[in-house]
Structure formats: structure tokens, C-alpha cells
């Protein structure tokens, strides 16, 4: 039982291609990375099946998809190729706490999340006033404050600038706007790219002043069932699990608990 490395995502996916394909909602972190990640990995048992896979992307942090706890232990007494110990690391919550265990090196959580998974869409009720559209190309400048503010909400340091982001959501008709009962954009969800059947809903935000009125909940329904519709086989979101509300939301819209992920950073 081992841990090998690559750093070339067709070498990745043709040695996990089996566990990829098996449980892309488990895997859905690195089935996004994949393709930018610095660093790929896949864990082994003696048979050769392989059950554990992550992705190191910049700045150097270790994201888990779906790994046994063994493998985990095994990679903090092992460590990544290089030597490297990252300051940082994510995945699923068993996953996570038995790698920062292993390392014997101090460590505190920073966030924790759940991973959802569309069933039976519901629709809002009460229904939102207004509707949902697809953005185009002069939405990129609102979109693109409206992401900056998204990004300083969660935690993370907001880029100087997401044209460039926003536009490729845009131009491939994976952004939504909710436009109010005068017509304004009053809200905006997107989904990622469709890999192994799988897509995620990111990006639900309403700015303050339009918040309590229902249209985050309908553009997020609008957006999934979009989705669906385009032929994704499982439409995934995250939530914080600090963020009582939106855990609710997201239940009542359909959403069911996949599993539970935890993101820790070393202090020592």
C-alpha cells in the first residue's frame, strides 16, 4: 500500500480513473483541481486497487477526495514528494484529522463544511418576485464587484481583479442572475464545468441591501436546475457550517448531506 505522485493530470487520470469515476461527489475537490494542480496523488492497497486520491494546488495545499483514514496517516509519516509539510490542508473531515494527527504538529481548524447533493429539486416557497436569466457580457463589471464582495465575505483575500473569471462563467452560459420585480439584478449562483458527471454551485450571493426577499434561494434553484438540464448527472454545493441559514436554505431546496469536510492549518 503506497502513495504515488505526478505531476501530469493524464498520468493522474489514467492510474484513479476507476475512483474518480466511482464517487465523483467524494472526489469533486480534486476533479476540479486536477487539471491546474501542482501536485497529484493517488493511494494504492496491495492489490493495486486504488482508493485515495488528492490534489496539492497553490499555494501548496493538500485537498483530500475521497481517502481512508490509513492513507492519511500514511501520508503525514511519509510526507509529500520534496519534503514539503504544508501549512494547510482539506478534505474530508475523518480524512483531515487523521493526516493532522499523524503529523504530531499543532494544528486548529479553520473552516468546516458540508457537501450537499441536489435530489428531487424543490422550488422556493414563497416564490421569489421576479425571475431568473442567464448573464451576458455586460453583466461582466456588476458580476465581477459582486464576486470581489463574495470573496471578502467567506475570508479570502479578494483578487484585484475577476474579469477575466467572471467572463469565462458568462461566456459558457454557467452564471445566473435573479432580476428583481423592477428588472435589476438582485442576485447571481454559478456551476462549475460538468467533470465526470458531476458540477457544483458556487458564487450564491445577494448583495446586502436585496437580502430576506427570496432571491438567493431563487437563483440557486433556477441554477441547479439548469444544470440538471444540461445533462449533469449530480448538481453538488458547500456550505459553511457556521452559516446556519444557508444549511437550511439549501435543505429545503432539495439538497441532501453527502459527507462532511474539514480544512485545518498547522500553528507550530
Given at each position: 500500500?503506497?502513495?504515488?505522485?505526478?505531476?501530469?493530470?493524464?498520468?493522474?487520470?489514467?492510474?484513479?480513473?476507476?475512483?474518480?469515476?466511482?464517487?465523483?461527489?467524494?472526489?469533486?475537490?480534486?476533479?476540479?483541481?486536477?487539471?491546474?494542480?501542482?501536485?497529484?496523488?493517488?493511494?494504492?492497497?496491495?492489490?493495486?486497487?486504488?482508493?485515495?486520491?488528492?490534489?496539492?494546488?497553490?499555494?501548496?495545499?493538500?485537498?483530500?477526495?475521497?481517502?481512508?483514514?490509513?492513507?492519511?496517516?500514511?501520508?503525514?509519516?511519509?510526507?509529500?514528494?520534496?519534503?514539503?509539510?504544508?501549512?494547510?490542508?482539506?478534505?474530508?473531515?475523518?480524512?483531515?484529522?487523521?493526516?493532522?494527527?499523524?503529523?504530531?504538529?499543532?494544528?486548529?481548524?479553520?473552516?468546516?463544511?458540508?457537501?450537499?447533493?441536489?435530489?428531487?429539486?424543490?422550488?422556493?416557497?414563497?416564490?421569489?418576485?421576479?425571475?431568473?436569466?442567464?448573464?451576458?457580457?455586460?453583466?461582466?463589471?456588476?458580476?465581477?464587484?459582486?464576486?470581489?464582495?463574495?470573496?471578502?465575505?467567506?475570508?479570502?483575500?479578494?483578487?484585484?481583479?475577476?474579469?477575466?473569471?467572471v467572463t469565462e462563467r458568462i461566456s459558457e452560459g454557467r452564471l445566473l442572475l435573479w432580476e428583481g420585480p423592477d428588472g435589476r439584478p438582485v442576485s447571481m449562483a454559478a456551476v462549475s464545468r460538468a467533470i465526470e458527471g458531476q458540477a457544483r454551485v458556487h458564487l450564491v450571493h445577494t448583495p446586502p441591501a436585496e437580502r430576506r426577499r427570496g432571491y438567493a434561494a431563487g437563483v440557486t434553484d433556477a441554477v441547479g436546475r439548469a444544470a440538471l438540464?444540461?445533462?449533469?448527472?449530480?448538481?453538488?454545493?458547500?456550505?459553511?457550517?457556521?452559516?446556519?441559514?444557508?444549511?437550511?436554505?439549501?435543505?429545503?431546496?432539495?439538497?441532501?448531506?453527502?459527507?462532511?469536510?474539514?480544512?485545518?492549518?498547522?500553528?507550530?
Open positions: 500500500m503506497t502513495w504515488s505522485f505526478t505531476d501530469s493530470a493524464a498520468a493522474f487520470r489514467a492510474a484513479a480513473a476507476g475512483h474518480l469515476a466511482a464517487d465523483p461527489a467524494r472526489n469533486t475537490a480534486v476533479l476540479t483541481l486536477m487539471d491546474t494542480a501542482a501536485l497529484l496523488g493517488w493511494w494504492a492497497e496491495a492489490d493495486g486497487r486504488v482508493t485515495g486520491v488528492l490534489a496539492v494546488a497553490p499555494p501548496g495545499v493538500p485537498a483530500f477526495g475521497a481517502v481512508p483514514e490509513e492513507a492519511a496517516r500514511a501520508l503525514a509519516r511519509g510526507g509529500l514528494p520534496g519534503g514539503a509539510e504544508p501549512a494547510e490542508v482539506r478534505g474530508e473531515t475523518a480524512a483531515v484529522e487523521a493526516y493532522a494527527e499523524a503529523t504530531g504538529r499543532p494544528w486548529a481548524p479553520t473552516v468546516r463544511m458540508r457537501l450537499f447533493r441536489l435530489g428531487e429539486p424543490v422550488p422556493p416557497d414563497p416564490a421569489p418576485e421576479g425571475r431568473a436569466r442567464v448573464a451576458d457580457e455586460t453583466d461582466v463589471p456588476l458580476v465581477a464587484a459582486w464576486t470581489r464582495d463574495f470573496a471578502a465575505a467567506i475570508g479570502d483575500e479578494p483578487a484585484e481583479d475577476y474579469t477575466g473569471f438540464d444540461g445533462g449533469v448527472a449530480q448538481v453538488l454545493l458547500f456550505t459553511d457550517l457556521a452559516n446556519p441559514t444557508s444549511n437550511a436554505l439549501y435543505r429545503r431546496l432539495g439538497y441532501r448531506p453527502v459527507t462532511d469536510h474539514l480544512g485545518v492549518r498547522f500553528t507550530g
